[in-house]
């Protein structure tokens, strides 16, 4: 599925530098997630969007930042990496069918961003 | 603490036999969704379960839900090398989608 892609795909990078990972969706769906996954925790969420300008904090948001001037575009910005961010990051996208708790919200994953602090 | 529990942690069957993982919750379950993750790519969606006693089915893979024990269970028959990889399920909590740790299924030719 080219409808969601992350960029960088493979990123090394030192502690202290400020690093950015961007997710591009074309399929117009209004929620877009930063989720990172690590052996022994699973997929956390770190932060999310339900619209340009609209984010909200996941269970994992210190040291993240994130912005949304565009549908189509989600950043996630680690402002001084650490090596505890050594992570591979998901990208997701979805479009809710009615309110929660019980609506539909299935996600599409991007192929994730594999980030290296050293 | 986790609020979705997947068990066991890890199996490995040969090919051919059946299996059934599980995902527990410690909050209602109004949704349950499984995923599954290839070593190195994205999660592929499998099925949604919404209501309690519900069952689902895709080629052969079912899974079930039991909202009184805020429980789901996915069951595959007959398993293959092409099933083995990482099952996730997720559930929206707290009006958050939440994710158990995955559950690593290898499959023995």
């Known amino acids: 599925d080219a409808g969601i892609t992350q960029s960088p795909r493979h990123k090394v990078t030192e502690t202290g530098t400020p690093v950015t990972l961007r997710c591009h969706q074309t399929?117009?769906?209004?929620?877009m997630y930063w989720y990172r996954q690590d052996p022994g925790h699973g997929l956390r969420l770190i932060h999310y969007?339900?619209?340009?300008?609209?984010?909200d904090k996941g269970e994992v948001s210190d040291g993240y930042s994130v912005s949304r001037s565009k549908t189509e575009d989600f950043l996630l910005t680690l402002e001084s990496a650490t090596s505890s961010q050594t992570s591979v990051y998901f990208c997701a996208i979805s479009d809710p069918v009615g309110g929660p708790p019980s609506g539909a919200n299935v996600l599409t994953f991007g192929a994730g961003s594999r980030l290296t602090v050293l | 603490s986790q609020e979705l529990e997947q068990s066991p942690q890890s199996l490995i069957v040969q090919e051919g036999k059946n299996l059934t993982i599980n995902c527990t919750s410690s909050k209602t379950l109004y949704g349950l969704y499984w995923y599954k993750q290839k070593y190195g790519e994205g999660l592929i969606f499998l099925m949604m379960?919404?209501?309690?006693?519900e069952e689902k089915s895709h080629e052969k893979i079912t899974a079930k839900l039991d909202e009184k024990k805020q429980q789901s269970s996915l069951h595959i028959t007959a398993s293959q090398p092409s099933h083995a990889g990482i099952y996730l399920c997720?559930?929206?909590?707290?009006?958050?989608?939440?994710f158990g740790k995955g559950i690593t299924l290898s499959v023995r030719p």
């Open positions: 969007s339900y619209g340009v300008k609209d984010t």
């Open positions: 379960l919404q209501k309690g006693g």
């Open positions: 997720g559930a929206d909590i707290n009006s958050k989608l939440t």
């Open positions: 399929e117009n769906h209004r929620y």
